[in-house]
C-alpha cells in the first residue's frame, strides 16, 4: 500500500505565503508525476500544478509566477510554494501522485487526505 501524507496548510491574509508539503510512503518502486490539485466549495476540483520525475512543470493560468512545484525525489516529496496568496485560492488541497507499487508493475494514482487553505483578513 502507498500513502500520501500532506502538511503546511492553515490561515493566511492576502498576500501571505504558505508552503505545502506531500510525503509517498510505503510499498513503492517508482513515481511518475507527481502534483497539486485544489477544491473549493461547490466547485469541481482542479489542476493547480504537476511535475513530472525529470521535472517538467505544468500550472494552471491563475497561480502561474506565484506558485512553484518542486520535489525531492530522495525522498519521494512534493511542495507547493505559494506566494501572493489571493481569498480565490481558499480550497482543500489535495495531493496526488502516480505510483508504480512493489506488487502491480503498472501506475496507479493515490491521494492525500487533503489539507486546507484559507486565505482571508
Known amino acids: 500500500q502507498v500513502q500520501l501524507v500532506e502538511s503546511g496548510g492553515g490561515l493566511v491574509q492576502p498576500g501571505g505565503s504558505l508552503r505545502l508539503s506531500c510525503a509517498a510512503s510505503?510499498?513503492?518502486?517508482?513515481?511518475?508525476?507527481m502534483g497539486w490539485y485544489r477544491q473549493a466549495p461547490g466547485k469541481q476540483r482542479e489542476l493547480v500544478a504537476a511535475?513530472?520525475?525529470?521535472?517538467?512543470?505544468n500550472y494552471r493560468d491563475s497561480v502561474k509566477g506565484r506558485f512553484t512545484i518542486s520535489r525531492d525525489n530522495a525522498k519521494n516529496t512534493v511542495y507547493l510554494q505559494m506566494n501572493s496568496l489571493k481569498p480565490e485560492d481558499t480550497a482543500v488541497y489535495y495531493c496526488?501522485?502516480?505510483?508504480?507499487?512493489?506488487?502491480?508493475?503498472?501506475?496507479?494514482?493515490?491521494w492525500g487526505q487533503g489539507t486546507q487553505v484559507t486565505v482571508s483578513s
Open positions: 496526488h501522485a502516480q505510483v508504480v507499487n512493489t506488487t502491480l508493475p503498472l501506475p496507479r494514482d493515490y
Open positions: 510505503g510499498s513503492i518502486f517508482s513515481i511518475y508525476a
Open positions: 511535475i513530472t520525475s525529470g521535472g517538467s512543470t
